[in-house]
């Protein structure tokens, strides 16, 4: 395939993710099984070529992006608020699931192909270990799950990405060197984990010291991009696990963002790597599905016979899922009959069940199976339908995942409140704007203009105001507020556009004044009730935007 040919499918393809997976959302279908869905029908049409997801890519370019982009938006309060709970589902039943399911798959498989070891088990145990939180909430609808146990799920799925991958590096390294002893296995394991944690402490203190340095947003986020590899390299180097040191890198830079970044720098972070997991992930659904045809045809000239690739599969799905219940049921009499403080914060039959249902598994599951090795001096045995099994299970675990939405309304979990949390907002900027007020009549001299001053002190007092105000208040004087001014805004931006079209000012003044006005609209929205907003712009607005 031609350079310029190739860069024309990427092109198209992510044009396609972006077409399906707006239609998706707009209609509430789940968008990676409808992107697979797309996948496996253009795998079959004559003009697309072949494609062939190459685990070094997966292993060095997706994987680490994937697991920075999504540390970076885990809540560490919550995580660690809540780490004994995270640690029990991350690492414990991580474990767990990789003995069960490795075990069983080495029975099941061994019964139909020759050479099937014990760590060619536990390498697919390692596959299926790691869930995926983001596809739960999705597939839950937003505000449809128990803020809790959202967090819970959130930071299971992001820890247990590490857990389960050194898990398989482990697996894999006794896969191509079936002569060394576990004694040696447990070294690398050990190595893996000690030397990922430490690479992942060096690195974030030391991206958050050079990044303190860094004014320019430009150069702020350019380096955010080059994080997550700046992590993985050198603790794989070392042995360690790159992508533990990847995790542990993104939690930290998230939670220490607001101490040395510009409230530009955050907000182009936040969108750059919101960008780049929802390509890299959505992406790798569509070229999983383009790939199938290629995997069923591997697993085809296997001698597994068809109804027995089905109950292998029905097999080790039922032991990935009754292990997960399993685990869970008996953490919860831990918490039930453990210690005080675990007896504190106990799960409910309620809450354990949802825990146990919502172990959906999605990217990294699909994207770390094509890491078992095919060649060399001991490849692994029936890798085309340990591929096309992941892709069966991974596809089975979402549409299992569309009832976490109906169960969470069946077993009547408390959900979050849109209004109490726009509440909260208020009362907390409240809270920041008394110590501004404060601020202001301790910095503010004789040589600052009167009018000044008390033009900023009106301002936070109101804003004051409006957060501290009883309920009734609350629904009447910020809504009204925010009504009017979104739509002063609006006229704000008809005028400035005007100006642009007529050429009165440069386009680096225009750029800079429609940037505030996009920051404050975005803030009054988070803060707001959003059906203020206009839906559409004014007619006249529209007709500038589209002259201009």
């Known amino acids: 395939m031609q350079f310029l040919e190739a860069i024309a499918w990427v ?45 070094d890519v997966v292993l060095f370019i997706v994987l680490p992006a994937l697991l920075f982009a999504a540390a970076l938006q885990t809540p560490y309060l919550e995580v660690r608020a809540r780490g004994d709970s995270i640690l029990l589902l991350s690492v414990g039943l991580v474990l767990f699931s ?43 609808g937003t505000g449809r799950m128990p803020r809790r146990l959202a967090a819970l799920l959130e930071g299971e799925g992001l820890l247990n990405d590490a857990t389960a991958l050194v898990s398989l590096n482990t ?42 340095k860094l004014k320019a947003p430009v150069l702020d986020t350019s380096l955010s991009l080059a994080t997550p590899y700046v992590a993985y390299i ?40 919101r960008t780049v997991n929802f390509v890299l992930e959505n992406g790798v659904f569509l070229l999983i599905g383009l790939q199938l045809k290629g995997i069923v045809e591997m697993a085809a000239r296997t001698t597994i016979a068809f109804w027995q690739g089905v109950l292998i599969i029905a097999g080790i799905y039922v032991a990935m899922v009754l292990a997960r219940f399993a685990w869970v049921f008996a953490a919860t009499l831990l918490y039930r009959f453990g210690p005080e403080r675990l007896r504190e914060r106990r799960w409910d039959w309620k809450t354990a069940f949802l825990i146990s249902f919502a172990g959906v598994r ?54 979050p409140n849109p209004e109490q949390d726009r509440m909260q907002i208020r009362t907390l900027i409240a809270e920041a704007q008394t110590a501004a007020i404060q601020r202001l009549e301790n910095e503010a001299t004789e040589d600052d203009p009167e009018e000044l001053v008390a033009s900023l002190r009106r301002s936070a007092e109101y804003r004051v105001m409006i957060g501290t105000t009883d309920e009734q208040g609350l629904i009447s004087q910020p809504d009204a507020y925010a009504r009017l001014r979104l739509l002063m805004l609006d006229s704000e931006r008809t005028a400035v556009l005007g100006a642009q079209r007529e050429g009165r000012y440069e386009d680096s003044v225009i750029d800079a004044v429609l940037g505030d006005f996009d920051s404050i609209e975005t803030a009054m929205k988070r803060s707001y009730r959003r059906d203020h907003a206009p839906v559409k712009p004014p007619l006249k607005l529209a007709r500038l935007r589209r002259e201009g």
């Open 171 to 212: 697996a894999i390294a006794a896969i191509r060197a079936p002569e060394d002893g576990f004694g040696n296995v447990f070294w690398d394991f050990g190595r893996a984990v000690i030397g990922g944690i430490a690479l992942g402490i060096v690195v974030a203190w030391a991206v958050v010291r050079v990044r303190r």
């Open 234 to 273: 050198p603790a794989a180097a070392i042995g360690g696990s790159g992508f533990l040191a990847v995790v542990l890198t993104g939690i930290w830079l998230g939670y220490r963002a607001p101490s040395f970044q510009s409230a530009e720098s955050r907000i182009a972070e936040r969108i750059n790597w």
């Open 362 to 415: 999605g990217v990294v599951t699909l994207a770390a199976v094509f890491l078992l090795p095919l060649d060399g001096a001991h490849p692994t045995p029936a890798v085309g339908f340990l591929q096309l099994a992941a892709f069966v299970i991974v596809v089975l675990s979402l549409l299992q995942g569309l009832a976490v939405g109906p169960l969470v309304s069946l077993l009547r979990l408390p959900l």
């Open 98 to 140: 990789v003995l069960v399911v490795g075990l069983v798959t080495t029975w099941l498989l061994g019964t139909a192909v020759a050479g099937v070891t014990l760590a060619v088990g536990l390498a697919f145990g390692a596959i299926l270990a790691p869930t995926d939180a983001v596809s739960v909430n999705a597939l839950a």
């Open 11 to 55: 092109v198209g393809g992510l044009l396609l993710v972006v077409t399906v997976t707006g239609l998706s959302r707009k209609v509430g279908w789940s968008a990676p099984l409808v992107l697979v869905a797309v996948g496996v029908g253009a795998s079959f049409l004559p003009f697309v070529p072949d494609v062939e997801l190459k685990p």
